[in-house]
């Protein structure tokens, strides 16, 4: 065990939401001079974050409000320098940089340290900065379970997958992983120009106008005997879509919050709903959280060897209050481009 020694601080300073709600209340993102993490215990890592990024799930904790009125660090992906190791720790030492997408149920990233577990967190790609790794984790993270645990897609597989709200951060990575460890082809759909240029220079086979008054004869177009795979970040309004373009036995993962849904519509053509929550595994303590360990030394070695791109298109510096709210606001208003990060 790596041991924080005598002279280390107390304090640290962080960004925390005190009443979440909308950015016009200044206590829903304000600067804050905090107590430090614990000492790491069992698999925990203490780690220096370096560089945040911010993902739509930090924008809905954040509107969502904060009854307790007690302070809440936000945030999830990170690149840092671990400092220190728990006594359990067997995958990491002092002063390694690793990258990591968190444990939303615990404080996050959002500070000058934070605690994790060594079962979620990887090693960080020398190919990349800490601003562009931090695009990653989270993203990847979902799209890699989404892609191989769900749907069940090897290296081998053939046939079409659909991708709604592609030019967003999973979708961008789920194209990229598509395209790069399967033979499936891809069609991504996406509503502005420089939306669909995005997706079109990550490797999609095929960009299609979601708004377009076409879009669905253009599916049937490309797909003519049905789709095979669809993953959807906006599922509400799309179920008749999916029935239409999809072929019997289908499967779709989604990732959004959506609990209106006309699921028995799916049974004629029984077609198949996962849904991937990338954070399942350490907020229920799973048998296998390691898996996500291994995700990300995956993800690493393929940045390594230039198979996948970071989807930063937004860099702010430094990570305060201030350049967060603005990060805030480019995600939430829903026409975010790939990741928005932040480095001190």
Do not use: C
């Amino acid at each position: 065990m790596n041991n924080i020694d005598s002279h280390s601080p107390e304090t640290m300073t962080a960004v925390v939401s005190r009443a979440g709600g909308s950015l016009d209340n200044p206590d829903a993102l304000t600067d804050a001079v905090v107590a430090m993490p614990d000492r790491p215990k069992g698999h925990d890592l203490l780690v220096a974050v370096k560089a945040i990024s911010v993902n739509p799930v930090d924008v809905k904790i954040r509107a969502g409000g904060n009854r307790s009125g007690k302070e809440r660090i936000l945030g999830w992906d990170a690149v840092g320098e671990v400092i220190a190791t728990g006594p359990d720790v067997t995958l990491f030492k002092a002063g390694e940089r690793v990258w990591y997408a968190g444990d939303i149920t615990h404080p996050g990233s959002y500070a000058q340290y934070q605690l994790v577990d060594e079962r979620i967190v990887g090693h960080a790609p020398s190919s990349l900065d800490d601003a562009s790794a931090a695009a990653l984790p989270l993203t990847g993270l979902t799209a890699w379970e989404a892609l191989f645990d769900k749907l069940k897609l090897h290296e081998g597989s053939r046939g079409t997958l659909l991708v709604v709200g592609a030019a967003g951060g999973v979708g961008s990575m789920i194209i990229q992983l598509a395209k790069q460890l399967t033979q499936v082809r891809v069609i991504a759909l996406a509503s502005q120009e420089e939306s669909r240029r995005w997706v079109n220079d990550l490797g999609a086979d095929s960009v299609i106008d979601y708004h377009g008054k076409d879009a669905l004869r253009s599916i049937r177009q490309e797909a003519p005997d049905g789709v095979d795979w669809t993953f959807s970040a906006y599922s509400k309004g799309n179920i008749a879509l999916f029935n239409a373009v999809m072929r019997p036995f289908g499967e779709i993962v989604a990732i959004d919050d959506e609990r209106d849904l006309d699921w028995y519509s799916l049974k004629d053509k029984a077609l198949s709903w996962h849904w991937e929550f990338m954070f399942a595994r350490a907020k229920h303590h799973a048998p296998d959280m390691i898996r996500q360990h291994r995700i990300l030394e995956s993800l690493a070695d393929l940045a390594n060897q230039g198979v996948i791109r970071s989807t930063v298109t937004q860099h702010l510096s430094p990570i305060d209050a201030r350049t967060l709210r603005q990060a805030h606001h480019m995600v939430e208003s829903g026409h975010m481009i790939g990741k928005v990060t932040l480095s001190r």
